[in-house]
């Protein structure tokens, strides 16, 4: 069951900019952490950005690798998340997914209940 719908992936040129959207369903997006995750083959999936719950304090914390060109952002009625992707580079290719979760501590997977199906997101020239 997927508890999100994803969209905004696609192709896009070195620094170029993309958003993704996560709506959530079944639930309440407002009142869990989200997190956004990344992989691309062979290697492990890991954290870009994951915010708390509103509920909670709202802390945010991004890779080191996206700090200053990604932002997350939430719409409360909407029940949806996004991830802003700017500058991006040719690095950033990889699937993106979402996740729900009641609180984070290190913006890993493993602490992350709720999963979107993912979107693939290239960069490329």
């Known amino acids: 069951q997927d508890h999100f719908v994803e969209s905004g992936g696609g192709l896009v040129q070195p620094g170029g900019s993309l958003r993704l959207s996560c709506e959530a369903r079944g639930f309440i997006l407002d009142y869990y952490a989200i997190g956004w995750f990344r992989q691309v083959p062979g290697k492990e999936r890991e954290g870009v950005a994951c915010?708390?719950?509103?509920?909670?304090?709202?802390?945010?914390v991004y890779a080191d690798s996206v700090k200053g060109r990604f932002t997350m952002s939430k719409n409360r009625h909407h029940n949806e998340a996004y991830l802003q992707m700017d500058a991006l580079k040719t690095e950033d290719t990889a699937v993106y997914s979402c996740?729900?979760?009641?609180?984070?501590?290190?913006?890993?997977?493993?602490?992350?209940?709720?999963w979107g199906q993912g979107t693939q997101v290239t960069v490329s020239s």
């Open positions: 915010i708390s719950s509103s509920e909670s304090d709202g802390r945010s």
């Open positions: 996740a729900a979760g009641p609180g984070f501590t290190d913006c890993r997977p493993a602490e992350f209940d709720y």
